[in-house]
């Protein structure tokens, strides 16, 4: 049984008819078409799909489409400023080459804003503890720890 | 203009932006117009007959457009996957080459083996469907053991080969290798599994295949590391389809270390149902089916001996390997045990003689191939935990036996067929032994004690054989392939350059590193300079990325393209200028005269071969193109020395690695931040299979018990520490980069590295991989009982 499904979507409202069993991330990907958000492992291990829904991380890959319903959900494609001018998390990944294939870059992001939001001044210990549901297979975390760290203090001063 | 020399320099990633916001375009990204969603029906079972495929109530359920089963496939005339590469066995005889059906014909013989397949308007349809198809299976007895699959009375799992042995391969001379030992004072020797490995790139494998009935033409996006590879094989192996009206394209992939190197059913499938439905047909694996369906690594079970004098000199190496090849022979599995692996037993020393034996066997498991380094690891562990252990049985520093026995002249012709062009294993073992402060070893050794816990050290001093391959040799080792890489480098009117590459990029930033090899060659900004690279459709050919090959190899087909650019640059240039040819320059991006005052900048010639109103047209075809195959006179020897310093927990078996230091010869580096990221990556995948990784079949059902992300522990960031990294530089002498290759290093050095500190540790002899705490504090516990 198709149904209506609404929630806002990087600051827009968006609807669409879905299967009852549809997945946020499904959702996501093939109702919106915003293709940032990855699936690498349909089971909640990876973080590849991680977005933001009302403000926290959450794995897109491990909850309904329904269960959104009415929340504010931030994409990968939501981070960067509209003029396409890069989050400082995301600049501090550029910086840091704390990217190689891309593919769970998008959810490491989403994850390591959410980290800072918890942690404003983390040390390298408790990133690399809270990178505990992001699996990343090309950059050995090296990396993408110095990203975290570095990118902290100009992201806790964004609140 | 500028500086315009990029060599050396850490230029930020190309692609770097397009995927921080979102906007990379993977394989599943790709969704044409009336699209249909396949669902494959796999193999619950190791080994079964299968007596009955009834596809009836699938096919009526809502929204399925198609259900194909092994007899359809049959039937249709598709062949099976073909390998790349013909071993020949010690008795002369080519190995035994069973059918590799794309979907099962009469039997499975792995978890996950394909059975039928069905095509719906929806994913969630097609899922649904699969359900509904009733496969009767005859289970028959498993073996998913390389040793068990040889015993007397073991499951046949190919007609073909009744004692499911696929080769017996020899490389060396044995009768002296038998005689150097007999002949020596020392001889260490030991046995050891190397463990298998799931790859778990993070991006599933993919495929969306398009028939186009008005051109007859067809459109495959896939997750691929090697798209003309994949096209040529499946049309002319499987498909018999027109070559040139099949167009591969391998868009941005997620990670591939190997495992997206191989022509899969899934490919053939979704291409060939394509034209049956006469729609696009995608096929997006779920994670498990990357466990039980990837081809996975490693798999050897060794016994390995090392003799040597009475002066720590090695006289000689004796090696038998049981390789796993799995139930099938995936694209390259043949060579990785073979051609990769014994050949590079010499490791980083003048060893004289060298004998290596490996059997081959099928196993009711996933099919065995490449992974991160290939044949290399393997050959690595077995000389770094040899070497480290004949060092301790000595009571020698390990450091100081590797010395003793160090290559130090170049050329250097092993014994096992490679020809070293160059190296420096002193200078990289120095510096990571100060890096790693190893003076200081001892004194954080009592610190450790002191706190009840075990502090130990190894070292591990790798070589690989990268840049594969010079294709006369490759082929006279059985290859069935070429091994060279093409470039083609179009200058557009206005100066800007368009690079496209046979090599592909699924992380290694050549965007990036190939266009500083670009513009640092024409002068020209890195910003105006593009990266072609996954297309058959635009690429002229291309062997694709794997084995560290991409800069070695696929770099300087682009420079000889490059090289033939300058040379016409050069009579436009001198035209202009009304010069001899003889007497332009190039350099910094502007053509001059020698000792004149007259130039000509690169935008302006490239303007001028467009916009040919003064240009020699009787002599010289307008326009800026030019292309060019790479064929290597040899293979490229990156080496390194790594040291990993790690503290157990005698309590809980719990390593933790303290220190990890990794010194690099990757020969000239383009771009240092990259290769630096290479290693990371590589390390903690080497740190993986020592710590952490290793996939279990049971033994008697086939059952992959290691079948999640749950089961299978891929190293989390919490698992691995930050790196400590340096390079030192002997340039390869054969490719005019000067470059070996950085990819694999990483997960080729580690695992002896951090196997011979945890043994240090603990003070055992051997451990299995992975070393797990359970598996630690066991050798403890036993040690103690003992």
């Given at each position: 049984m198709p149904v209506k499904v609404s929630m806002t979507v990087n600051g827009k409202p968006v609807a669409a008819e879905v299967e009852e069993r549809t997945l946020l991330v499904t959702f996501i990907r093939e109702?919106?078409?915003?293709?940032?958000?990855?699936?690498?492992?349909?089971?909640?291990?990876?973080?590849?799909c991680t977005v933001h829904m009302n403000g926290n991380a959450v794995k897109?890959?491990?909850?309904?489409a329904l269960q959104a319903e009415g929340a504010n959900i931030l994409t990968i494609e939501g981070v960067a400023a509209t003029d396409g001018t890069l989050h400082p998390m995301q600049e501090a990944f550029r910086e840091h080459h704390a990217l190689q294939c891309g593919f769970c870059t998008p959810g490491m992001v989403l994850s390591a804003i959410d980290l800072v939001k918890r942690h404003p001044n983390p040390t390298e210990a408790v990133v690399r503890a809270e990178l505990d549901g992001n699996f990343c297979r090309c950059t050995g975390y090296h990396n993408i720890v110095k990203a975290i760290l570095a990118a902290a203090p100009k992201v806790a001063a964004m609140r | 203009m500028g500086s315009t020399n990029f060599i050396g320099a850490s230029v930020k990633r190309k692609e770097d932006y397009r995927f921080l916001i979102g906007a990379g375009q993977y394989t599943d990204d790709v969704v044409p117009e009336r699209t249909s969603y396949a669902v494959f029906v796999r193999s619950p079972h190791g080994h079964a007959k299968l007596r009955k495929v009834d596809t009836a109530k699938a096919a009526k359920a809502p929204g399925v457009i198609a259900v194909y089963t092994g007899d359809d496939i049959a039937k249709a005339g598709v062949n099976g996957l073909p390998c790349g590469w013909l071993i020949t066995d010690v008795n002369g005889q080519p190995m035994k080459e069973p059918p590799y059906p794309v979907l099962a014909q009469g039997k499975v013989r792995y978890v996950g083996d394909r059975v039928a397949v069905v095509i719906a308007e929806t994913y969630p349809q097609a899922k649904d469907a699969a359900e509904l198809i009733e496969v009767d299976y005859e289970v028959l007895p498993a073996v998913t053991d390389a040793a068990a699959a040889r015993n007397k009375g073991a499951p046949v799992i190919h007609d073909i080969a009744p004692d499911n042995t696929c080769y017996v391969w020899a490389l060396g001379d044995k009768a002296k290798v038998d005689e150097a030992f007999k002949a020596a004072a020392h001889v260490t020797r030991l046995e050891f599994v190397n463990n298998r490995l799931i790859p778990n790139a993070i991006e599933p494998r993919a495929a969306v295949g398009a028939y186009s009935r008005g051109d007859e033409s067809y459109t495959l996006h896939v997750t691929s590391q090697n798209p003309h590879v994949e096209r040529l094989l499946m049309t002319a192996f499987v498909l018999g389809l027109p070559e040139h009206k099949v167009r591969v394209v391998a868009p941005d992939v997620g990670g591939g270390f190997g495992s997206k190197i191989y022509l899969y059913g899934e490919d053939v499938v979704v291409t060939w149902a394509s034209r049956q439905v006469n729609r696009p047909v995608k096929w997006t694996a779920e994670r498990m089916e990357s466990f039980t369906s990837d081809a996975h690594g490693r798999d050897h079970v060794t016994t390995a001996e090392l003799a040597l004098d009475k002066n720590g000199k090695f006289l000689a190496m004796r090696v038998h390997t049981t390789a796993n090849l799995g139930a099938y022979l995936s694209t390259f599995s043949s060579c990785i045990p073979t051609i990769l692996y014994a050949?590079?037993?010499a490791g980083q020393y003048a060893t004289p003689q060298i004998y290596c034996e490996v059997t081959a066997v099928f196993t009711n498991t996933a099919p065995v191939d490449a992974y991160r380094g290939a044949g290399r690891p393997e050959a690595a562990y077995v000389v770094e935990r040899l070497v480290e252990t004949a060092a301790r049985e000595l009571k020698v520093d390990p450091a100081e036996l590797r010395r003793r026995n160090f290559i130090r002249s170049f050329p250097y012709q092993t014994p096992v067929a490679l020809l070293y062009d160059t190296g420096n294993f002193d200078a990289t073992l120095d510096a990571a032994l100060e890096l790693g402060d190893v003076a200081g070893y001892a004194k954080r050794k009592a610190e450790s004690a002191a706190r009840g816990k075990l502090r130990g050290i190894g070292y591990s001093c790798y070589i690989e054989a990268c840049g594969i391959a010079p294709s006369n040799i490759a082929g006279a080792l059985?290859?069935?392939?070429?091994?060279y890489e093409a470039g083609e480098v179009r200058v557009h009117p206005t100066g800007k350059v368009t690079v496209f590459t046979g090599s592909h990029s699924h992380g290694q930033g050549h965007e990036t590193t190939f266009a500083q090899v670009v513009a640092s060659r024409l002068g020209i900004a890195v910003e105006d300079v593009d990266i072609v690279h996954g297309d058959t459709s635009k690429i002229p050919f291309g062997m694709g990325t794997y084995g560290s090959r991409s800069l070695a190899v696929g770099g300087t087909a682009i420079v000889k393209a490059l090289d033939k650019v300058v040379a016409k640059g050069k009579k436009i240039a001198a035209h202009l200028m009304e010069a001899a040819e003889a007497d332009v320059e190039f350099t910094d991006g502007v053509f001059k005269v020698g000792g004149t005052d007259k130039q000509v900048p690169f935008a302006q010639v490239a303007l001028t071969a467009y916009v040919p109103h003064n240009y020699p047209l009787d002599k010289l075809e307008p326009g800026l193109n030019e292309n060019a195959f790479y064929d290597p006179t040899n293979f490229t020897f990156p080496a390194g020395a790594y040291v990993c310093e790690v503290e157990v927990d005698p309590d809980t078996g719990k390593t933790m690695i303290e220190r990890f230091v990794a010194v690099d010869d990757f020969g000239k580096v383009i771009n240092p931040m990259i290769v630096a990221g290479q290693v990371h990556g590589g390390l903690t995948q080497g740190i993986g299979q020592a710590l952490l990784e290793g996939c279990r079949y049971d033994a008697e059902t086939g059952q992959l018990v290691t079948g999640t992300m749950m089961d299978y522990c891929l190293p989390r960031a919490g698992d691995v520490p930050s790196y400590q990294l340096d390079t030192r530089e002997t340039p390869c002498t054969h490719n005019p980069l000067g470059v070996k290759g950085c990819g694999e290093a990483g997960a080729i050095g580690a695992p002896p590295a951090l196997m011979n500190a945890i043994t240090d540790a603990i003070g055992v002899r051997d451990l299995p991989m992975p070393a797990t705490a359970e598996t630690v504090w066991r050798a403890l516990a036993a040690k103690q009982a003992a």
């Open positions: 109702a919106l078409r915003l293709t940032g958000t990855h699936v690498g492992c349909d089971t909640a291990q990876c973080g590849a897109a890959c491990n909850i309904l | 050949t590079l037993l059985g290859a069935r392939a070429g091994l």
